[in-house]
């Protein structure tokens, strides 16, 4: 397996993870194990819940997040993605904030919170693969963070009809995740429930598994 080296990552990206020098205490191995070398910032991605409560994300790099997910892939060019950005204190952020569910109380740390929508659509297929283009508008943005040295940490587990009513969203526009983004907090300053969680080792399952013909390529 290919741990992305510290010195590597450091190079071409602001590693954000435990692997990288860090004043701040941070769970080790948090880069993904991989079994040839990728991106680098897909490599030092993950989902931290420390974030730093002092720290602002600017406005220059907040549109540059929204610039990655505007311009993911999207079926038939129908773009049913929206969002809605909160900075830390200001009306969307307390918001959202009082919207997400109790496990997920660290992200009031985060600089932003973004809530993720998408139209459900008018036919069937807009319906179908609006999804996909929340899923590749979240991972855009996502990846466009960490190379920006930036973390961020999506999330379900947020009152969604709160979310429709507080900010008067259109019926077909469904609240799917709310994002929090931010700079990675001291791990020494957290609850220990929390550094617990996040000094769990990250796992996936191999590529054997999730690749359904695999076994009939030896050796790729
Ligand atoms: C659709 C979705 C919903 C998620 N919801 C939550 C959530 O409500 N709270 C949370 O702490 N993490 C949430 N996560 C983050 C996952 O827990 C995390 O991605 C997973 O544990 C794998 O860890 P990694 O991102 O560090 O690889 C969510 C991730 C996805 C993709």
């Known amino acids: 397996m290919h741990a992305v080296?510290?010195?590597?990552?450091?190079?071409?990206?602001?590693?954000?993870?435990g692997d990288?020098?860090?004043?701040?205490?941070?769970?080790?191995?948090?880069?993904?194990?991989?079994?040839?070398?990728?991106h680098a910032p897909i490599a030092a991605r993950w989902s931290p819940r420390a974030f730093d409560s002092t720290a602002e994300v600017s406005d220059?790099?907040?549109?540059?997040?929204?610039?990655?997910?505007?311009?993911?892939?999207?079926?038939g060019r129908r773009q049913p993605v929206r969002f809605l950005v909160g900075r830390r204190a200001?009306?969307?952020?307390?918001?959202?904030?009082?919207?997400?569910?109790?496990?997920?109380?660290?992200?009031?740390?985060?600089?932003?919170?973004?809530l993720l929508c998408a139209h459900r659509g008018?036919?069937?297929?807009?319906?179908?693969?609006?999804?996909?283009?929340?899923?590749?508008?979240?991972?855009?943005l996502s990846i466009e963070a960490v190379s920006r040295g930036l973390i961020v940490h999506p999330m379900a587990g947020f009152d969604a009809r709160g979310a429709t009513e507080a900010f008067d969203l259109p019926d077909d526009l469904r609240p799917l995740?709310?994002?929090?983004?931010?700079?990675?907090?001291?791990?020494?300053?957290?609850?220990?429930?929390i550094a617990d969680r996040d000094r769990q080792p990250r796992e996936r399952l191999p590529l054997d598994e999730i690749v359904l013909n695999w076994r009939e390529r030896p050796g790729t």
């Open 5 to 17: 080296p510290a010195g590597d990552s450091a190079s071409s990206v602001a590693v954000p993870a």
């Open 20 to 38: 990288s020098a860090s004043s701040v205490a941070v769970p080790a191995h948090r880069s993904a194990e991989t079994s040839v070398p990728i």
């Open 60 to 75: 220059h790099d907040l549109r540059a997040l929204l610039e990655a997910a505007r311009w993911a892939a999207t079926w």
């Open 90 to 114: 200001d009306d969307v952020f307390v918001t959202l904030s009082g919207l997400l569910k109790r496990g997920n109380q660290y992200a009031n740390a985060a600089g932003a919170l973004i």
């Open 122 to 140: 008018a036919d069937e297929n807009t319906a179908r693969y609006s999804g996909v283009d929340a899923g590749a508008a979240m991972a855009n």
């Open 177 to 193: 995740i709310v994002i929090a983004v931010g700079t990675l907090g001291d791990y020494a300053e957290v609850a220990p429930e």
